[in-house]
């Protein structure tokens, strides 16, 4: 099954979540990590979920017919096949996107393994063949992906918009990125030298400026 991989801004959106267990308690924690209004329907909440009730909007009962209108994410999350099928015909006749628990065949979403550093979130998923396998190169990943790329994100946010109000060309500003990226900058933030990155960049910045300037 071939997944095409996206980034969902989730902020305010309604998000329903059907169950009151461990896996619903993990979507919840999530999904409230980016933003969304998440709703939890369950009879009851594992020890996770009851700690935060009152920051959901919680409905302590069974799932019912058109409990997925005006929601824009349904993720299904019970110990039973049948409801999380029902779930997954009402959702999808309401053109909602749905993962179920117990059927990634049937799943209009699937979620990802993230890891993340600040802004920077990478995603893994196997399309829920073997969320073993994704929790291993999760683990993987993690060890080559430090803080070091946060602080990389950071310094490359704050000089955008001044290297695209001097440099025209989208080809030339990737070229200056590569460089930065190919250069010493890493080394410096791993070392914990945040201020010599910086000035490693910014010299970088003045000398292709001055080398288009000369071209004039």
């Not at 305010?12 to 980016?34: F, Q, W």
């Not at 802004?119 to 070091?148: F, Q, R, Y």
């Not at 440099?167 to 070392?191: K, P």
């Not at 910014?202 to 288009?212: H, Y």
Request: a negative charge.
């Amino acid at each position: 099954m071939k997944l095409l991989p996206v980034a969902l801004k989730v902020e305010g959106a309604r998000v329903l979540i059907v169950g009151g267990g461990a896996v619903a308690a993990r979507k919840a924690g999530v999904l409230r990590e980016c933003g969304a209004r998440v709703h939890v329907i369950s009879p009851n909440l594992c020890a996770e979920l009851e700690a935060i009730k009152t920051e959901l909007e919680y409905s302590e009962r069974h799932f019912q017919s058109d409990d997925c209108e005006n929601h824009q994410l349904v993720f299904a999350c019970t110990n039973s096949s049948e409801v999380n099928a029902q779930i997954a015909d009402e959702a999808e006749s309401k053109n909602i996107w749905v993962q179920i628990a117990d059927d990634a065949g049937r799943s209009t979403l699937h979620g990802a393994a993230a890891i993340r550093r600040d802004e920077i979130c990478i995603g893994i998923t196997t399309g829920g063949a073997s969320p073993a396998l994704a929790k291993h190169l999760k683990a993987e990943i993690e060890n080559c992906v430090g803080d070091e790329y946060s602080q990389l994100l950071q310094l490359m946010s704050e000089r955008r918009q001044i290297l695209k109000s001097q440099i025209h060309t989208q080809s030339e500003r990737a070229q200056i990125w590569r460089e930065v990226l190919d250069g010493g900058v890493l080394r410096e933030l791993r070392e914990g030298r945040t201020e010599n990155a910086a000035n490693l960049i910014d010299e970088l910045f003045d000398s292709k400026l001055k080398d288009q300037k000369s071209t004039f």
